[in-house]
Each structure stands twice: as structure tokens, then as C-alpha cells.
């Protein structure tokens, strides 16, 4: 049977973040309630220069070669901050990267669920069409407002995949299960460009959905835990993904119950240092856990968790590759957190409130303080301008 997965997959995060413990501090509450409770280290803070479309942009542009330019016919961009109500983040991406115009480029929307949507019509567009590749991007700016109960969940980044036959990285396997509801945990209105969110119901559905696609997982297919060497888990924050880890654990003996937890805890430490990136989180985990286990075998099974408040979630899974490791980009990433700047809490409330003019007047950004390749140089008669920095 062909074989259908990730064959490349990339990450970028924005140049700025802040300090959890100084935040906590200017929020009077205690440090560990942040690093602990929630579970967060630092905290990505995107410049006005950063959206979805150069975060996702910048992510794809470390993995993209002529042969993906060549091949990739279909763009999907999952997000739940697109800049437009109609053209999709997918066609900016598209050009930016200069991809072949015979190509499909289309976004995808459903809270933090959308780049696990475009992974899996990617796997059904390879099936028909084996020498394609798809490009998979998952990008998200988390915005709950300052002073708010969820502003310690805030974070912004992005995660590209291509998607091939023969992948380099992870074969898919089959058995998916998927489950929606409509629910109100959390939700953004068009006019609002801060979510809303009932906090404490949005843990209990999130548990609530894992135990019930595991649950029909293991009953479709006669797996139990013992079978993975690891799950990974949308991550809104770093506490989330353990509160339901900790549900299942008691099913698996105790040196399974180890490994599950110590791949957990490596699985994390990424978003622990970025924050939710809604769409990315899931695959920023996976990343986490790929690139920081330097001995994880080839052949192991990766379950993943993927949750979209609103709410769909899916448990499905993937084999890793035979020498995945040297088709990483750990090199990069590694320089990518050792660059970044740390802002103080005041510098960040102040990056927060700048936003773009919300009446359509022209603006002209100084990308120069931006060290991304790709950024936002401004707004001219409502069109967002793009600059690639390297062309
Ligand atoms: P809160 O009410 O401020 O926090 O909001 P809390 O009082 O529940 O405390 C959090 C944890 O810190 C608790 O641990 C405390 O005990 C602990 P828990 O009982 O939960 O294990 N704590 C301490 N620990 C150590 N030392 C201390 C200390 N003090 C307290 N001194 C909440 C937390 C997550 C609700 C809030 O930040 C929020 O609303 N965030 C946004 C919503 C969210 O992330 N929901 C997650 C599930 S929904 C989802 O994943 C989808 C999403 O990504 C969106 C999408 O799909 O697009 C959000």
C-alpha cells in the first residue's frame, strides 16, 4: 500500500517574546502559576510586521526546494486569524514562495483544528494523485486581550508540512476518528479580533473529546497505549495536554506509563517556550518531540491528539521513517529560540495595542526591525503589502 505522510516539515516563530515570570509578576499573581500550573516559559510576541500569511510564509520557506516547486499542486492553509473574509492566506503563500500557478490554494477553518483538516485532504489528494506533493500550513496569532484570564495562553507561530507518497518523516496510518459537537468553549465573532472563551468548560470538552475518540480508537483497531511511543497533543498550553494524558495512563503498566510521560514532557518543550499557535500547536508538539528525543527510534508509532474548540476533534497516527532524523531542521530551529529578543512586559502591552488601522488607512511598516525574510511592509488601499527579503 503507498505509503502517505510528512516528508518535510518546518517551523517559525516570531523574533520577540516575553518572560512568563515577569508577566506573572506584573499580573500580581505567582510565577508558578504560569510556569507550573500553566505550564509556560516564554511567550511568542509577533511585531505588527508578523500575520498568519508571513508567519506561515516563513515557516515553509526553510523546507520549500525546487523539486517541492515543481511538484507542490495544492496549498492548504489552516487558520483562525486570516486577514481576509474572502481570498485565503493560501494564494499570498503561494506567491511568496513562488509556487507553480497550476496549483489548488485554499484555507481551512476550524478553530485550532485546521491544519489537521489540510493534513488529512492532503493524504486523500496524494492517494489520487501520488506524484504531487501538498503543502500543509498551520499559522495563528493567539489573541485573548491584556489583563485576561487567557492571556497567559497567548502566542504566535507556524508550522509547514509537505505532505507526499514515500514521506521522509512520518507515514500516516489509517484508523482516524473524528468527532464534532457544537459547543461554546471558545469562539472569535467576526467583529472581535480577541476570542472569546469560557475557560474552565473549554478544559472539560477538551478532555471530554480525547476520551472519546481514544476510546473508539482502541475499540476500532484493538491498540492500547503499550503501542505508542508517544502522543502528542494540541498544546493551548502545556498543563492541557497532561491533564488528559493523565485520564488514560492507569490503562498501561507503569513502564509505559514512564516512557508516555517523559515523551509527553519532551513533546512540550517547544510550545512551552512559543505559546498556543492554535492551527501549528499539535505540530509544533510533534516537532518538539522529533527533534529533542535524539533517540527515538525509527518505526515507533506517534499517536496525535488534534482539538478545534467549537469543537472537532480527531485521534489518528503516524509511523516515523526510516532515518527521519537527518530530514529534520534542528540546526535552524536551535538558532531560531537562541535569537530571539526578550521584550519587558511594558514593551509588550505596547506591540500588543499596536495594531493595523481598523478604518482602511493606508500604512507603512519599518520592516528593518523585523529580522524574519518575510514580513508585512504595510497596507496600501487595503491590500496588504508583502516583501520577500531575499528576491
Ligand atoms: P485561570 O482560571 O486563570 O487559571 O485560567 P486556574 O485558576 O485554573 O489555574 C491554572 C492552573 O494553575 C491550575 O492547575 C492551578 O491549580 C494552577 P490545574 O488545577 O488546572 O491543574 N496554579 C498553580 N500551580 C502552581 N503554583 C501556583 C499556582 N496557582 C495556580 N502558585 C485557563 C486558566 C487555561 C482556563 C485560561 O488561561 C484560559 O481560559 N485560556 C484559554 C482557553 C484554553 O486555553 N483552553 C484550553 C482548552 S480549549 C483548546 O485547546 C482550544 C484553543 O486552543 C482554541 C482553538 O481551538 O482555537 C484554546
Redesign the pocket.
Known amino acids: 500500500m503507498l505509503k502517505i505522510g510528512i516528508d518535510k516539515i518546518g517551523f517559525y516563530a516570531p523574533h520577540l517574546y516575553v518572560d512568563m515570570n515577569k508577566l506573572a509578576v506584573a499580573r500580581n ?2 510565577p ?2 504560569f510556569t ?3 505550564g509556560q516559559e516564554k511567550m511568542a510576541v509577533p511585531p505588527i510586521t508578523q500575520d498568519a500569511v508571513t508567519l506561515a510564509a516563513n515557516a515553509a520557506l526553510e523546507i520549500i526546494d525546487e523539486d517541492d516547486k515543481e511538484k507542490i499542486d495544492f496549498v492548504i492553509f489552516g487558520t ?1 486569524s486570516g486577514i481576509d473574509h474572502s481570498k485565503s492566506s493560501a494564494v499570498y503563500v503561494h506567491q511568496l514562495l513562488g509556487l507553480k500557478p497550476n496549483a489548488r490554494a485554499v484555507e481551512v477553518k476550524q ?3 485546521g491544519a489537521t483538516a489540510g493534513l488529512q485532504m492532503a493524504k486523500g489528494h496524494i492517494a489520487l494523485n501520488p506524484d504531487s506533493k501538498v503543502l500543509v500550513l498551520g499559522a495563528d496569532i ?1 489573541r ?1 486581550g491584556l489583563n485576561t ?2 492571556e ?2 497567548q502566542g504566535a507561530g507556524a508550522v509547514a508540512m509537505v505532505i507526499s507518497a514515500d514521506p521522509k518523516i512520518m507515514a500516516l496510518e489509517e484508523n482516524n476518528v473524528y468527532y464534532t459537537n457544537d459547543i461554546m ?2 469562539w472569535r465573532p467576526i467583529y472581535s479580533d480577541q ?1 472569546f ?1 469560557d ?2 468548560f ?2 472539560e ?2 478532555i471530554a473529546f480525547f476520551n472519546k475518540v481514544w476510546g473508539q480508537y482502541k475499540e476500532m483497531t484493538g491498540h492500547a497505549l503499550e503501542d505508542f511511543e508517544a502522543i502528542c497533543y ?1 498544546l ?2 502545556t ?2 495536554g497532561l ?1 488528559a494524558l493523565r485520564t488514560v495512563l492507569e490503562e498501561a503498566p507503569e513502564n509505559v506509563q514512564d516512557r508516555l510521560k517523559e515523551n509527553y514532557q519532551i513533546s512540550t518543550m517547544y510550545n512551552r517556550n512559543v505559546g ?1 499557535i ?1 492551527t501549528g ?1 499539535l505540530y509544533l508538539s510533534l516537532l518538539s518531540l522529533l527533534e529533542r528525543k535524539e533517540d527515538l527510534a525509527s518505526g515507533s508509532r506517534i499517536g496525535m491528539f488534534s ?4 469543537a472537532v476533534g480527531e485521534f489518528f497516527t503516524g509511523v516515523l521513517q526510516p532515518n527521519y532524523r537527518e530530514h529534520l531542521h534542528l540546526a535552524s530551529h536551535e538558532s531560531l529560540f537562541a535569537s530571539r529578543k526578550e521584550v519587558s512586559v511594558e514593551e509588550y502591552e505596547e506591540i500588543f495595542e499596536n495594531t493595523l488601522p481598523k478604518d482602511g488607512a493606508n500604512i507603512e511598516l519599518d520592516i528593518e526591525q523585523d529580522p524574519a525574510p518575510i514580513c508585512l511592509a504595510g497596507v496600501n488601499d487595503h491590500m496588504r503589502q508583502y516583501v520577500n527579503k531575499n528576491n
Open positions: 499573581v505567582e508558578e502559576k507550573i500550573g500553566i483562525e478553530a485550532c483544528y493567539a485573548y484570564s487567557g497567559a495562553t468553549d471558545f476570542a472563551v475557560g474552565k473549554s478544559n470538552q477538551y494540541h493551548p498550553y498543563k492541557m491533564k498556543n492554535y500547536s482539538y478545534g474548540s467549537g
